[in-house]
């Protein structure tokens, strides 16, 4: 194969073109002091887990549970379902969480929302298709059995560093391991 160097050295020179432009794009956001500001919003997973979490250590008070439920009700779409993401397809688990927490936020089950919600994740296959993080949740709450979880060894820790699995030096995403309580910036509060 026979490379053109005109053809790289113009993809090399668009390349560091455009890098440039983001490079300056980035700073142009940047605060005087050297920070960033921008929005951050979540799906109602976090919203969920965070009231299940609560729910569990037995913290769950009237007002974070109010606006909680007000938040995740805000974002259940016509079709009784919540998505992982901005105008993101229907999410089996998602709903499944926002249902629950619902729930603890007292939404009464045969209410329409939930009836919508209720009725997507039976069609879906139910509560033993969702990922496991959804029924660890569950089986924290006594919404799901333990003996129904993925059983996983603990002698994992002894896997070198570079195994990407579980330890807190895995380059995968901490989100993927753990949930963080805490507020978004876009959970409604009034």
């Known amino acids: 194969?026979?490379?053109?160097?005109?053809?790289?050295?113009?993809?090399?020179?668009?390349?560091?073109?455009?890098?440039?432009?983001?490079?300056?794009?980035?700073?142009?956001?940047?605060?005087?002091?050297?920070?960033?500001?921008?929005?951050?919003?979540?799906?109602?997973?976090?919203?969920?887990?965070?009231?299940?979490?609560?729910?569990?250590?037995?913290?769950?008070?009237?007002?974070a549970t109010a606006a909680a439920g007000r938040w995740i009700r805000s974002q259940q779409r016509e079709d009784g379902t919540w998505a992982n993401f901005f105008g993101g397809p229907a999410d089996l688990s998602t709903t499944v969480e926002a249902y629950v927490a619902l729930r603890l936020a007292g939404d009464e089950p045969d209410a329409p929302h939930l009836k919508k919600a209720r009725d997507f994740i039976l069609s879906q296959g139910g509560v033993e298709a969702t990922r496991v993080f959804t029924r660890l949740w569950l089986a924290l709450s006594g919404r799901w059995s333990w003996d129904d979880l993925p059983v996983i060894p603990p002698e994992l820790i002894y896997l070198p560093a570079w195994f990407p699995l579980g330890r807190p030096s895995s380059p995968w995403p901490s989100s993927s391991r753990s949930a963080r309580p805490g507020r978004s910036r876009s959970r409604s509060t009034s």
């Open 1 to 63: 194969m026979v490379a053109h160097p005109e053809v790289e050295l113009s993809a090399l020179d668009a390349a560091r073109v455009t890098l440039a432009r983001a490079r300056e794009h980035a700073l142009g956001l940047q605060h005087a002091d050297g920070w960033w500001q921008g929005e951050l919003e979540t799906n109602v997973t976090m919203d969920a887990e965070d009231l299940l979490l609560r729910q569990f250590l037995g913290v769950r008070d009237d007002a």
